[in-house]
């Protein structure tokens, strides 16, 4: 696998949690699975092992050094060291802005992805993770393609969000070494520009994404990002295979991180982890019997951000509490900052990364909110379910997938009225303790676990391989 994430050393989002936790998983299936990712500036050299010393990297004439490390994980999980490359505060950018050399770096990591593939890990199949992995199948198709060691070799294309797309002017072609050939609209040509998502999407075997609601709506207008065309073209080799999440991470009867652990069982500990939760983030205590609300998000408009802003002062009038935390835009984080001064004691943010956080708002909060405008997958619902924290969600994508009547609460149009109308049904539903609990339990005793879609992926690699 080829992923720019791999939790638990590299993570903005899902797509570390997904490429942290399938390798194991693909395991049962006797898959052998090794991942690639940058070395980035925070994760530590020293904890990790030097197996390559070097493995230059040619673009035209620009040489760049790289080196190999990998790290004591379940899997082999190889790290693409170039430090002028990716020893740098973020991933993908500072302060929101991103890196001018992104074009470079992820050239880079996946030629560097194409050694560890000839020099330490025999491989049969790469399995590619959205933009930063797509030059992997463009260059196995042009540079790479009259190479003995890549002969049979099989490409699958998982796409987590298309809304980051990897796009750069056509001059960036020649810094990276593709021929001006695959300057075309079947190619990665996409509006006068070169796309990098578009190297999956045209030149891998297979195509995946990561909900079957998702693949549909990729291949409409609505939802295709202007790829909806170059996705319908490939409509037979692509399929929507749901995440799994990992209960070793997310379980409240195992989870470390809170203050109290408990089970559909014995519910008990939960409200002390609501308790705890109401006071860290200084909310009163008469919060504890009324419905408290829990976001965990990148604060993004993918994640109904606006929505949400605009039903803050409706939210506070059905007698609700919201604690959210996340970050992103400065203008999302800015409306939440804003919402905490206006309604103090209501609404409650931490701008941040913090991930035992985020499992103390699973675990503390009655109900989860996910207004999302597009969902690919997403996993919060689905730990939310294993937490007894019953989903609000937008039906889209994984969400409409995974979330149904009997477990959360949906609204389908994209505004601040229809999430408010599926917020007077939850708060309603929880007056009765008794139905409550019970969704709540529901919830928690369904699996989602990674063994249904690690079978669905090692089933595709056969049939890639024709085996
Ligand atoms: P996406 O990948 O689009 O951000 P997902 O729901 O698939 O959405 O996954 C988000 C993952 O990132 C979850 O594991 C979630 O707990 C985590 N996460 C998101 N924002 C934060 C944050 N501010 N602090 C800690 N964890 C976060
Ligand atoms: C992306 C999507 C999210 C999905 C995750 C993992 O970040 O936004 O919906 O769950 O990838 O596939």
Redesign the pocket.
């Known amino acids: 696998m080829v992923s720019s994430e791999a939790a638990p050393l590299a993570k903005t989002?899902?797509?570390a949690d997904?490429v942290g936790a399938l390798p194991s998983a693909l395991r049962g299936f006797g898959d052998d699975v090794a991942v690639v990712i940058p070395r980035y500036g925070s994760i530590d050299l020293k904890s990790l092992r030097r197996v390559f010393d070097s493995l230059p990297i040619y673009l035209g004439l620009t040489r760049y050094d790289t080196s190999i490390y990998q790290a004591a994980e379940e899997f082999p999980l190889y790290l693409v060291d170039c430090p002028p490359l990716f020893d740098r505060k973020g991933f993908y950018g500072e302060t929101g802005v991103d890196y001018p050399d992104n074009h470079i770096r992820f050239a880079v990591f996946a030629r560097a992805a194409l050694g560890v593939a000839r020099y330490l890990f025999r491989t049969e199949i790469f399995h590619c993770h959205d933009w930063q992995a797509g030059l992997v199948p463009a260059y196995l198709r042009t540079a790479a393609a009259t190479d003995p060691t890549y002969l049979g070799v099989r490409t699958l294309f998982t796409i987590?969000?298309l809304g980051y797309q990897g796009l750069f002017p056509k001059t960036a072609l020649a810094d990276v070494a593709l021929p001006a050939s695959v300057y075309r609209p079947d190619g990665m040509e996409f509006f006068g520009h070169v796309s990098y998502v578009k190297g999956g999407i045209s030149f891998a075997d297979w195509l995946s994404t990561?909900s079957p609601t998702y693949a549909r709506e990729i291949q409409t207008p609505e939802f295709g990002f202007g790829l909806d065309g170059a996705l319908r073209s490939r409509a037979g080799v692509l399929t929507g295979i749901l995440?799994g999440v990992d209960y070793r991470e997310w379980s409240p009867e195992t989870d470390t991180l809170l203050p109290a652990r408990y089970s559909a069982e014995d519910l008990s500990g939960k409200r002390v982890c609501k308790e705890q939760l109401l006071r860290e983030f200084g909310l009163p205590a008469e919060a504890l019997d009324r419905p408290l609300l829990g976001v965990v998000s990148r604060f993004t408009r993918?994640k109904g951000t606006d929505i949400l802003a605009h039903a803050a002062g409706g939210i506070v009038d059905r007698d609700v509490y919201l604690v959210a935390l996340g970050s992103g835009e400065p203008e999302y984080e800015e409306f939440f900052r804003r919402a905490a001064a206006e309604y103090p004691g209501r609404i409650a943010v931490k701008i941040g990364f913090d991930n035992a956080l985020a499992h103390r708002i699973e675990a503390g909060a009655d109900v989860f909110l996910m207004p999302s405008q597009y969902?690919?997958?997403?996993?919060n619902q689905i730990y939310s379910l294993k937490y007894g924290t019953v989903p609000v969600v937008r039906a889209t994508?994984?969400l409409d997938d995974t979330i149904e009547e009997s477990t959360g609460f949906k609204f389908i149009e994209y505004s601040p009225e229809a999430l408010l109308g599926a917020l007077t049904a939850a708060t309603q539903a929880y007056q009765d303790r008794q139905g409550w609990q019970e969704m709540m339990r529901r919830g928690m005793r369904q699996d989602f676990s990674w063994k249904a879609s690690a079978a669905a992926y090692s089933a595709l690699y056969r049939q890639l391989l024709g085996v």
């Not at 969902?375 to 996993?379: A, F, R, Y």
């Open positions: 989002g899902g797509l997904v987590h969000n990561v995440n993918q969902e690919p997958c997403g996993l994508g994984g």
